[in-house]
């Protein structure tokens, strides 16, 4: 079978090379090999970042590909061998059909005015003059905003101590942890003050953490609940079974995990790149000022320059590299190549947003793009597509738009250092490779507005 032309280097190198620099390998291949190329990754794997290749695979990813569980083992530790991300085929049609409609819609929409209460919750200990680290009040807002969602409201000592494990699990994101879930064989506990057997110990009171819970709605249930515990709880398949408790909780460590640290990351970027940017800011505060006294969350939703600069954003740092594997069922040409079945193939979202004849002077964040031309689903795809595409997309991108509103509305910021922001891996996603310090410089001189959240 002949692959396309990749790295000839052995497969170690690029192995480490993958670990510690995807990015500027991805574009050291692409600018040599082209659309698409070949990594000899633990296995040879395909990499495209050409439209129509993508269209093609994410648009037949159950006839001419498949989107296998075991190609998302690495996932495994973290999230359990339940979770929506490590099953495939029937159950896992089945239990996105579940989780959708929380996610979604109207649903998602009453979440308006929760996201609204945490962030003001969060914004308003800034003190004028202190500088503080943006990723962390981020990721707390996100982190809250999903607890909320997956439990409904929810406080208590459970709650904080579920929050501070779950941060610091994540937080941890070393290139020894990358190798770690890269190769099993090195999952060894040695002790709770090795990498190793630190996760472990955070990860086994994380799931004590969620078993307790479960156990209470299930001791106290209460059919007026809403949240996604309780939808998952009262799931059945079509032969009346209900989901075990280790099913639930891998659902709920997937949600919980998948859901914040991702949309914080993003937020992040967000406020980086307003606050890096002059005219971004202003013309986005002049967007905003244009509200009058008390928008509701889904005016903010439909913002046009509020979009283009959230697009811009994820354009320009995605977050996610890459879809998951996509496997070949039936011979197929991609790209001019004739795949045979069982090729992996991933789609680089990352190259994508990168290429030049979309994205003309791709390195710069100008969110005018995304009001000049419409681009196609397999042009920007923050989100993946097809079976696996992200399914807190919707969610994210409403949390994200009303987050930034709101605190942009309420206090007027700078970045601490002005020096470029780069991106580097952090865990399997991508973060800023050093800590975006803001301060506060005083009450925003837009009047700081209450966003009324609305259902309709
Ligand atoms: C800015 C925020 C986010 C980004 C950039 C992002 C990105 C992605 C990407 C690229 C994929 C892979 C899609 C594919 O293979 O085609 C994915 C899948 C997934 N995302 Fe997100 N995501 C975000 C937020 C969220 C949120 C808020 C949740 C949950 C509430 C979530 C839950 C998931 C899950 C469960 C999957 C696996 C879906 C499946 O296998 O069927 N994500 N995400």
Same mark, same amino acid.
């Given at each position: 079978m002949k692959l396309p032309h990749g790295p000839q280097s052995p497969a170690f190198v690029q192995m480490l090379q993958w670990i510690f620099r995807p990015m500027p390998l991805m574009t050291a291949c692409a600018e040599r090999y082209g659309d698409i190329f070949t990594l000899q990754l633990n296995a040879p794997v395909v990499f495209t970042s050409n439209p129509q290749a993508l269209q093609q695979m994410l648009t037949s990813d159950t006839k001419e590909f498949d989107a296998p569980k075991d190609w998302n083992t690495v996932f495994e530790p973290m999230l359990g061998k339940n979770s929506l991300i490590t099953v495939d085929g029937e159950v896992h049609r089945r239990q996105r059909q579940l989780l959708m409609p929380p996610l979604h819609g109207d649903r998602m929409r009453t979440y308006g005015q929760v996201i609204n209460d945490v962030t003001e919750q969060v914004i308003s200990q800034w003190q004028i003059d202190q500088p503080f680290c943006v990723r962390s009040a981020m990721q707390i807002i996100t982190m809250r905003v999903i607890m909320q969602a997956v439990f409904g409201l929810y406080e208590g000592p459970r709650a904080q101590e579920l929050e501070s494990v779950l941060a610091a699990m994540l937080n941890e994101s070393s290139p020894l942890r990358v190798v770690e879930l890269y190769f099993p064989a090195l999952q060894k506990d040695f002790g709770p003050r090795s990498s190793w057997g630190r996760f472990i110990r955070r990860r086994a009171r994380v799931h004590q953490l969620l078993s307790e819970e479960i156990q209470e709605r299930r001791d106290n249930p209460d059919s007026s609940r809403t949240d996604i515990l309780s939808l998952l709880m009262e799931a059945r398949d079509e032969a009346g079974e209900a989901m075990s408790d280790e099913e639930i909780r891998d659902q709920l460590m997937t949600l919980l995990t998948a859901g914040h640290e991702t949309t914080a990351t993003a937020l992040t970027w967000a406020l980086y790149w307003i606050h890096k940017s002059p005219s971004v800011r202003d013309k986005l505060l002049a967007e905003l000022d244009g509200l009058g006294d008390c928008p509701d969350t889904n005016t903010v939703f439909k913002l046009p320059y509020l979009n283009a600069v959230y697009s811009e954003t994820l354009r320009i740092h995605p977050v996610g590299m890459l879809t998951f594997p996509r496997v070949v +069922?039936?011979? /197929?040409? $991609? &790209? !001019?190549?004739? /795949?045979? *079945? !069982?090729?992996?193939? $991933?789609?680089?979202?990352? @190259?994508?947003?990168?290429?030049?004849? $979309?994205?003309?002077?791709?390195?710069?964040?100008?969110?005018?793009?995304? $009001?000049?031309?419409?681009?196609?689903?397999?042009?920007? @795809? *923050?989100?993946? !597509?097809?079976? +696996? +595409? &992200?399914?807190?997309?919707?969610?994210?991108?409403?949390e994200m738009k009303v987050v930034l509103a709101k605190i942009l509305t309420s206090w007027d910021l700078a970045l601490v250092d002005t020096r470029d922001v780069r991106p580097k891996r952090r865990g399997l996603v991508t973060g800023p490779d050093r800590s975006v310090q803001m301060v506060v410089k005083s009450q925003h001189q837009v009047k700081s507005r209450t966003l009324e959240s609305s259902n309709i």
């Open positions: +069922r039936t011979p /197929l040409s $991609l &790209c !001019g190549y004739e /795949l045979e *079945p !069982g090729t992996v193939v $991933l789609g680089s979202i990352y @190259l994508t947003h990168q290429r030049e004849d $979309l994205y003309p002077q791709h390195q710069q964040f100008k969110p005018e793009r995304f $009001l000049e031309r419409q681009f196609s689903a397999y042009e920007f @795809l *923050p989100f993946g !597509g097809g079976v +696996r +595409r &992200c399914i807190g997309m919707a969610f994210a991108q409403f």
